[in-house]
């Protein structure tokens, strides 16, 4: 059963556009939010998170929002960059150590 | 944040044998996690590596097989024991400092194949 689904393996966009990744859950326990961004042959990069009691955070060009109601989380690039070319995890924790992850999104940002 | 260091980055080993994956922080942390990635799938949390204390397995992973230590608040050691192909994965380490909702922060992992 998972609890963490990212329903696209992968999204293309064009440079300065806006990228959208959405996450649903499940577990109405989760009440952390993480977004990773990784590379290949590197390790998991925290970007940005949100608590909760939250429904926006906001951090430069990343901006999570979360509907808790919906349980649905996404991650908006604004403006993208060829950089951001990279897989998405969004992970979601419930007062514990253990973090669940969704399945990854792969961005692509075309020049 | 943490300076997260794994060794080896990388591996090929034989069935049967077990290698053993040392992740090192250049500050004391809290909280040290190994994970494991498969091929194709996303990350699945193995254990808690708990100072002085066994470490707390996930479900569906045991300490005969997943044996970890941790000695100090910046060093842990994850063992794949008596390995076969199906445990050719990416190990990551990760770490968390302070209380309450903080991020984890991961090293790079050791990219483990089974021949």
């Known amino acids: 059963d998972q609890q963490v689904k990212q329903n696209s393996p992968s999204l293309s966009v064009q440079e300065g556009r806006i990228s959208i990744l959405n996450c649903d859950y499940t577990?109405?326990?989760?009440?952390?939010f993480l977004w990773y961004k990784k590379y290949p042959a590197e390790g998991p990069t925290f970007l940005i998170s949100?608590?909760?009691?939250?429904d926006k955070n906001e951090d430069g060009r990343f901006t999570v929002f979360l509907n808790k109601s919906a349980k649905h989380l996404s991650l908006h690039i604004v403006p993208s960059q060829p950089g951001d070319s990279a897989v998405y995890f969004c992970?979601?924790?419930?007062?514990?150590?253990?973090?669940?992850f969704g399945g990854g999104t792969r961005l692509m940002v075309k020049p | 944040s943490a300076v997260i260091s794994q060794k080896p980055s990388r591996d090929i080993c034989q069935r049967g044998t077990s290698l053993t994956i040392q992740c090192q922080v250049d500050?004391?942390?809290?909280?040290m996690f190994w994970y494991r990635q498969q091929p194709g799938q996303s990350l699945t949390l193995i254990a808690t590596?708990?100072?002085?204390?066994?470490?707390?397995?996930e479900s569906g992973f045991v300490i005969d097989k997943f044996p970890i230590s941790r000695p100090n608040l910046t060093f842990s050691t994850l063992t794949v024991s008596n390995m076969s192909p199906e445990d050719s994965s990416i190990y990551l380490c990760?770490?968390?400092?302070?209380?309450?909702?903080?991020?984890?922060?991961f090293g790079d992992g050791t990219r483990l194949s089974i021949l």
């Open positions: 590596a708990n100072q002085g204390s066994e470490a707390t397995y």
């Open positions: 500050s004391q942390v809290t909280m």
């Open positions: 577990n109405s326990m989760f009440d952390y």
């Open positions: 949100i608590s909760s009691i939250k």
């Open positions: 990760s770490v968390r400092s302070g209380a309450g909702n903080q991020p984890q922060h």
């Open positions: 992970a979601a924790n419930n007062a514990g150590n253990m973090l669940t």
